[in-house]
């Protein structure tokens, strides 16, 4: 009688997991983890605020809001020493996160600000991905003041800063570079310097320099980038 009660048992325990297999909604699919991202702004807009729109995007796509950081500096300084607080921008998002590694997206003047972190100051070992917006890549980006302003005189197509950083290989390490430039951007001359030998290029068409921060499209490009 007792083995019999067992494999009655049995038979009702499968029947029931089979049943509550079939009907029971699946447990909610985890979503995908995603590095943290350090937003760096150019030399034009509200500093930071340039991001706004952008940052909520990547909120509504999933990106938890504590992980998404607006890095802040002194946009007259000379473009190393902007660099340098790079070094501890990208130090303390990866302290609050946990993270190894993060994600960089960069408009006009911060490109070549996070790529001379990432060339000369060991940046690459702690960048997944960068993406550059309307990067002033290769200088170029016009702007007043150039007489007194050294982040501006760093900008120029011909300053010691641009030839040390594009001298020799232009996306060092294992961190993945995107460039996305517009054919109508009237402040990089010539345009295609927003390019990078050796990244992922991407066309945005014709966008104001400006515009390309907070341009829809370019929200996707640069979640695409860092996904």
């Known amino acids: ?27 909610p699919a985890q979503a995908a983890a995603h590095d943290p991202v350090l937003f760096v702004h150019g030399i034009y807009l509200d500093g930071p605020l340039t991001w706004t729109d952008m940052i909520a995007d990547f909120e509504r796509e999933g990106w938890d809001p504590g992980s998404l950081q607006m890095m802040n500096y002194n946009t007259w300084q000379s473009l190393e020493e902007s660099a340098a607080e790079v070094v501890d921008e990208v130090a303390v998002l990866r302290a609050r996160t946990g993270a190894a590694k993060v994600d960089i997206v960069t408009h006009s003047m911060g490109a070549p600000v996070v790529r001379w972190y990432l060339k000369f100051l060991g940046g690459t070992q702690y960048v997944d991905d960068f993406v550059s917006i309307a990067g002033a890549n290769h200088g170029g980006l016009g702007v007043e003041g150039c007489a007194i302003q050294p982040a501006c ?8 800063f641009m030839r040390a950083l594009n001298s020799g290989d232009e996306t060092p390490g294992p961190t993945t570079y995107t460039a996305v430039w517009s054919s109508c951007d009237e402040l990089i001359n010539p345009d295609v310097s927003a390019m990078l030998d050796g990244a992922r290029t991407i066309w ?6 400006v515009a390309m921060a907070s341009w829809p499209p370019n929200f996707d490009r640069a979640q695409n980038a860092v996904a």
């Open 153 to 160: 005189q760093d900008l120029a197509v011909y300053s010691p």
């Open 204 to 209: 945005a068409g014709c966008v104001g320099h």
């Open 1 to 27: 009688m007792r083995r019999i009660l067992t494999s009655v048992t049995a038979a009702v325990l499968t029947v029931v997991c089979t049943l509550a297999a079939l009907f029971l909604p699946a447990a």
